[in-house]
T-cell receptor
Framework: DAGVTQSPTHLIKTRGQQVTLRCSPKSGHDTVSWYQQALGQGPQFIFQYYEEEERQRGNFPDRFSGHQFPNYSSELNVNALLLGDSALYLC??????????????FGPGTRLTVT | KNEVEQSPQNLTAQEGEFITINCSYSVGISALHWLQQHPGGGIVSLFMLSSGKKKHGRLIATINIQEKHSSLHITASHPRDSAVYICAVGTYNTDKLIFGTGTRLQVFP
């Protein structure tokens, strides 16, 4: 089992461009969450996908959008990139463990640099 | 005030020392996670606990639900333990995590 995988590992974009990041969840996991981690900060929740729909969303603008495919993999899209979007983007997949508790696994992250 | 607070923010230690990192939270939780992040790297889950204590090798995690507090202990610390340790909580019936800002640990030989 490869665990959670993300691609690409690093990416450099220019302000105003658009970017797509990809995540494949751990085998058997049906929910994918995306987090943004700015340098020196803790991760911040962007949104979560379950059954191909956005189930929860954090405090991020509409420039951030996503998608989940039937095989549970997910994409994060960011339009009109700003310098402040430079961060490590983490994907986590989860599965209900029991009693409202979720087992969570994290991917290695995609480091996005906007110049 | 953040919903998850960690202390200290930075910690240096000599190899072999016993280390404690603390986490306090202000929301009702279903589980608390201790995570490890190496520089430039992704996140590795160390523990998920909702009560009591868990041990894995030299790492021990405890949680006191009544006091809304958890600690991560590292016994006989080693330079390879140098990393950022992050506390995160999951609220009931949701798998969205709320993260602390992390504790940067450096262990010197």
């Amino acid at each position: 089992d490869a665990g959670v995988t993300q691609s690409p590992t690093h990416l450099i974009k220019t302000r105003g461009q658009q970017v797509t990041l990809r995540c494949s969840p751990k085998s058997g996991h049906d929910t994918v969450s995306w987090y943004q981690q700015a340098l020196g900060q803790g991760p911040q929740f962007i949104f979560q996908y379950y059954e191909e729909e956005e189930r929860q969303r954090g405090n991020f603008p509409d420039r951030f959008s996503g998608h989940q495919f039937p095989n549970y993999s997910s994409e994060l899209n960011v339009n009109a990139l700003l310098l402040g979007d430079s961060a490590l983007y983490l994907c986590a997949s989860s599965l209900l463990y029991g009693q409202g508790v979720y087992e969570q696994y994290f991917g290695p992250g995609t480091r996005l640099t906007v110049t | 005030k953040n919903e998850v607070e960690q202390s200290p923010q930075n910690l240096t230690a000599q190899e072999g020392e016993f280390i404690t990192i603390n986490c306090s939270y202000s929301v009702g939780i279903s589980a608390l996670h201790w995570l490890q992040q190496h520089p430039g790297g992704g996140i590795v889950s160390l523990f998920m606990l909702s009560s009591g204590k868990k041990k894995h090798g030299r790492l021990i995690a405890t949680i006191n639900i009544q006091e809304k507090h958890s600690s991560l202990h590292i016994t006989a610390s080693h330079p390879r333990d140098s990393a950022v340790y992050i506390c995160a909580v999951g609220t009931y019936n949701t798998d969205k995590l709320i993260f602390g800002t992390g504790t940067r640990l450096q262990v010197f030989p």
